[in-house]
């Protein structure tokens, strides 16, 4: 499923590190797809994606799409963080159920006063911004 793909006239705050091995990922969040790895072994997912299994430590892994559909497991407003997001104060980040099985945690998108709760369903959303993608949920 592609997901809604959100332009934002910025460059990122704090860019990640891509790898040779994670370009894969950030060029399908880039196209608005979420993908991770699933292992061709015991056939379990895990986020962020790793050359290797987790759980069996085999080194077969694919590359998998995942819906983006999820529920707001917890959430935060930082209102104090490090000095190279205080232009962006404050701002929520959340940890998120996937309907796929997966927990991740990522900031919170959506307008300002929105009233996030622990249990509300959200989406991912691809935040593209002027120098690449990153990752965020908003309310479903």
């Not at 910025?10 to 991770?36: D, E, I, M, N």
Request: aromatic fraction near 10%; include cysteine.
């Amino acid at each position: 499923m592609t997901l809604e793909i959100i332009p934002i006239d910025a460059a990122r705050t704090y860019p990640p590190r891509v790898t040779r091995f994670t370009a894969a990922f950030w060029q399908a969040l880039q196209q608005g797809l979420l993908k991770t790895t699933r292992c061709e072994s015991c056939q379990q997912l895990s986020f962020p994606p790793k050359p290797i299994c987790p759980h069996c430590w085999t080194e077969g892994v694919s590359w998998q799409t995942l819906s983006g559909a999820g529920t707001l497991y917890s959430w935060t407003r930082i209102h104090a963080g490090p000095a190279i997001f205080e232009p962006e104060l404050p701002y929520e980040v959340g940890v998120v159920d996937l309907n796929d099985g997966l927990r991740l945690a990522c900031r919170l998108h959506g307008p300002a006063g929105t009233p996030w709760r622990c249990g509300m369903p959200v989406r991912i959303v691809t935040l593209k911004y002027r120098d690449g993608p990153l990752l965020a949920a908003r309310p479903a």
